[in-house]
T-cell receptor, first 114, second 114 residues
């Protein structure tokens, strides 16, 4: 595997389900990100893990819970989601530098909440 | 609130023409600027990044940055139908610690007509 991988690629879940999205990066990076992309809206940064620091968008509901066990793996735990949470969820990784570098994206998980 | 503005389009150009994509940003402290291309149903892929005022060329692509005017653009020369995609402008805000956050525009949809 190369680059940034995400599983599953597609997910359909009910509002009472609990599921997790997984991301793995093979680029030697030390920062990882979760983004939400809804139709006709800009990419929305949800969470950042960089070295020992976690940064989050305060507008993200608590039904989304990130976990980053090491610099190569990132999870997004989902529970009691709402239909408006249906979107493309993208993981990205980069070097944790204050300047320069690039974020590389995984293929995304297309989530549908019924 | 930091903002990145793009004309949503759609922008249509004939094959072989120059496509010009524009982006303005609100935060004068922004340091790094990125252009991503996103095909329908796919994740964003990096085209170019630019840090310094002026032009940066890479093959058929030229990024232009004017920090005084808070303006960044992407020119695509000899446009091909395969360039048809949504182009996302992203701006790097320097946050505390080592985390790096990108603010994305909503994207410009480009169609290159054969």
């Amino acid at each position: 595997e190369t680059g940034v991988t995400q599983t599953p690629r597609h997910l359909v879940m009910g509002m009472t389900n609990k599921k997790s999205l997984k991301c793995e990066q093979h680029l030697g990076h030390n920062a990882m990100y979760w983004y939400k992309q809804s139709a006709k809206k800009p990419l929305e940064l949800m969470f950042v893990y960089s070295l020992e620091e976690r940064v989050e968008n305060n507008s993200v509901p608590s039904r989304f819970s990130p976990e980053c066990p090491n610099s190569s793996h990132l999870f997004l735990h989902l529970h009691t989601l709402q239909p408006e949470d249906s979107a493309l969820y993208l993981c990205a990784s980069s070097q944790a530098a204050p300047h320069g570098g690039t974020q590389y994206f995984g293929p995304g998980t297309r989530l549908l909440v019924l | 609130q930091k903002e990145v503005e793009q004309n949503s389009g759609p922008l249509s150009v004939p094959e072989g023409a120059i496509a010009s994509l524009n982006c303005t940003y609100s935060d004068r402290g922004s340091q790094s600027f990125f252009w991503y291309r996103q095909y329908s149903g796919k994740s964003p892929e990096l085209i170019m990044f630019i840090y310094s005022n002026g032009d940066k060329e890479d093959g058929r692509f030229t990024a232009q940055l004017n920090k005084a005017s808070q303006y960044v653009s992407l020119l695509i020369r000899d446009s091909q139908p395969s360039d048809s995609a949504t182009y996302l402008c992203a701006v790097n805000e320097i946050s505390s610690g080592s985390a790096r956050q990108l603010t994305f525009g909503s994207g410009t949809q480009l169609t290159v007509l054969p």
